[in-house]
């Protein structure tokens, strides 16, 4: 029972553009998600979160939305830099339940 | 350094052999976690401590799998008799947790094993 599912395995992107990364979650009393970016050879480092109240959070570059009637949440990135190439996975926090994650490659 | 910090981070072990991995967390956390990562997947939970105290484990966790904590500080994750299945990236993550936060996770880089 996949809980958390990125649809996407990869996504290419050029720089400057706007890179868009898709979670869908089943549970609804998930309460906050986060996102992790992971290079290759490294364990996967925290990037942003929201909380369920919120619909939207920003963190310079990065903005995570939160469709809570969808259980949809996305990752938006803008603008994209080729250092922003690496695996993305969304993750609720029952169980630190991860998603398969979506490959994000950003063409200089 | 004061981050996650795994070892070995890469073992190749023959089928059927024993294989121990360490994790120290950063030192003020007193939670730590254990995933498994295969190719094209994303971390599996396998199991976590609060302080010395294991909470859960996953179903994932077969009676060959051991995990400690003894002082609630590092932990080792020991896989007796091993099978070419459980090759794969062995993630320590650590977080502090506090009141209704779970906190944040901190990855190590992990321990490759390679199961012949």
């Known amino acids: 029972d996949q809980q958390v599912k990125q649809n996407s395995p990869s996504l290419s992107v050029q720089e400057g553009r706007i890179s868009i990364l898709n979670c869908d979650y089943t549970?609804?009393?998930?309460?906050?998600f986060l996102w992790y970016k992971k290079y290759p050879a490294e364990g996967p480092t925290f990037l942003i979160s929201i909380s369920s109240i919120k619909d939207k959070n920003e963190d310079g570059r990065f903005t995570v939305f939160l469709n809570k009637s969808a259980k949809h949440l996305s990752l938006h990135i803008v603008p994209s830099q080729p250092g922003d190439s690496a695996v993305y996975f969304c993750?609720?926090?029952?169980?630190?339940?991860f998603g398969t994650g979506t490959r994000l490659k950003v063409l200089a | 350094d004061t981050g996650v910090s795994q070892n070995p981070r890469h073992k190749i072990t023959k089928r059927g052999q024993n294989v121990t991995f360490r994790c120290d967390p950063i030192s003020e956390h007193n939670r730590l976690y254990w995933y498994r990562q295969t190719l094209g997947q994303g971390p599996e939970f396998l199991t976590y401590f609060q302080n010395e105290a294991q909470l859960e484990k996953s179903r994932l966790l077969s009676d060959r799998f051991s995990a400690e904590r003894p002082k609630g500080s590092f932990s080792t994750l020991e896989i007796q008799r091993t099978e070419q299945g459980d090759s794969a990236m062995y993630l320590c993550?650590?977080?502090?947790?506090?009141?209704?936060?779970?906190?944040?996770?901190?990855f190590g880089e992990g321990s490759r094993l390679t199961v012949l």
């Open positions: 993750a609720a926090p029952n169980k630190y339940i």
């Open positions: 993550a650590s977080s502090l947790l506090s009141g209704r936060n779970t906190g944040e996770l901190f």
């Open positions: 549970n609804s009393m998930f309460d906050y």
